[in-house]
Structures are given as C-alpha cells and as structure tokens.
C-alpha cells in the first residue's frame, strides 16, 4: 500500500517558522486507513493485508530536530497486538531539493524475530539514516539511539481523529454534521514507527523539504 503525502518546508532563522505546510493546490497519490480497499479493507477483501497498509505519515519539527511518524495496520481494537510483519519494507523519502519527486534520502524500517527463533521478540532495524553509522539494530515497544538520532517502533493509540458517523450523517442529510466530540478512531489502536533526527542532517541550505512514506511486500526476512 502506498502513502505519499508532500509536505513543504523553508527553513528560515526564526524559531516560530512553520517547517511543514501542504504547498498550495496539487494533484497527490494518496491513501488512508484501510485503502485501497480491495487490498486492506475486511469489508472487500477476506485476506486484508494489515501490515503493509500505511495509514498516515505525520511531520513535526522544533529549532534542532524533525520528528517523523509513520502509522500502519490499523484502526486495530486495543485487544490485538502490533503487526509486525518481516516480509514488508517500510520507506521513509526525504527530497531536499529539485527535482521534488525524487528523494534525496531514504530511511527504510523492518522487522524481525530475533535470530534463529520462529516465535521470539520482535525487532527492528533501521537502514539509510544520514549521520548513523551502519544501522540502528534493536528491540520494539522502546526508544533506541544511536549517533543523535532516536527511534521507536510498537503499538500506539491511533492518533488519527474522524467522524465516521458525522460523515455517514452528512451523506445521508446533505448537510454537515460532524461533531468533534466524536472520534471513530479514539478507542483504536495502530502500529508506527517513529523517528526523530537532527533537521541539520536533512536540510540543504534554504530548500523546501518533502516527505512521504510507502510500503513493499518481500520475500523473506531482512532485504538485504
């Protein structure tokens, strides 16, 4: 399943800049929750592929480090555990300059039982960070680092919020009827990972920085 969401990002000397802002009107490949249906979605498919459905790609930033978060297999009931899965390769593309649909960096996550076991921990190695050396190598469900960088992968609550029934009412009515104390996803949970890095490792000069995220299915374990 794939996601690509572009984000836009000046980097100015004021602190209080905006990094990430959608860069006026334009056409994106996209996809959320549960898409594309006939692959992901139990309500089309009998054999949803959870784990190689990203649902969102979120970006945030402060004076020294950019935040990235990439959510996936979900909306899960809280009851399920995190999907993990070694047969797909997560993608994190960075383009920092011209042309934008290129990237210029590109961090790649997957998982893995711990060697030579069947039904051991998980774990997860991360490829391709500018800075690291090698890889960072280690367990799910707690925070790694190494070489200034940070990184967690596990089960989190679906941060996402939507009025599913406000959507559903709005169709139905022809007139709006969200709500916001009203969130389909609030009792949800979903898989991520998360990365936070030094913005000096990814800017280049005063160019626009743009993000987006996509999943591939493998053969085996560790590509690579």
């Known amino acids: 399943m794939t996601k690509r969401l572009v984000l836009t990002a000046f980097v100015l000397t004021a602190l209080a800049a905006p990094l990430a802002y959608f860069a006026g009107e334009q ?30 790609l979120y970006v ?12 996936f297999g979900g909306p ?36 893995a039982r711990e060697t030579g076991t069947t039904d051991g921990p998980w774990g997860v ?26 990184v967690f992968a596990g089960l989190t609550d679906d941060p996402f919020f939507f009025d599913s029934q406000g959507l559903r009412e709005s169709r ?8 916001n104390d009203r969130d389909f996803f609030g009792a949800q949970n979903i898989t991520a990972f998360v990365i936070e890095i030094p913005r000096d490792r990814l800017e280049n000069g005063s160019n626009a920085l743009d993000f987006w995220t996509f999943s591939d299915r493998l053969g085996g374990q560790f590509n690579g």
């Open 27 to 56: 056409a994106l490949p996209a996809a959320d929750h549960l898409d594309p249906p006939a692959r992901t979605n139990p309500s089309n498919d009998s054999t949803p592929d959870f784990p190689a459905d990203i649902a969102d």
């Open 60 to 71: 945030t930033h402060d004076a020294t480090k950019i935040t990235m978060i990439v959510t």
């Open 76 to 111: 899960a009931a809280p009851s399920l555990p995190a999907r993990y899965d070694p047969n797909v390769l997560y993608t994190v593309a960075i383009s920092n300059q011209a042309p934008r649909t290129t990237a210029d960096t590109a961090i790649t996550f997957q998982f």
């Open 125 to 150: 190695r991360v490829r391709g960070v500018p800075g690291v050396t090698g890889d960072i190598i280690g367990s799910v469900e707690r925070t790694l680092e190494k070489d200034g960088v940070r």
């Open 172 to 179: 139905e009515m022809g007139t709006l009827r969200f709500r």
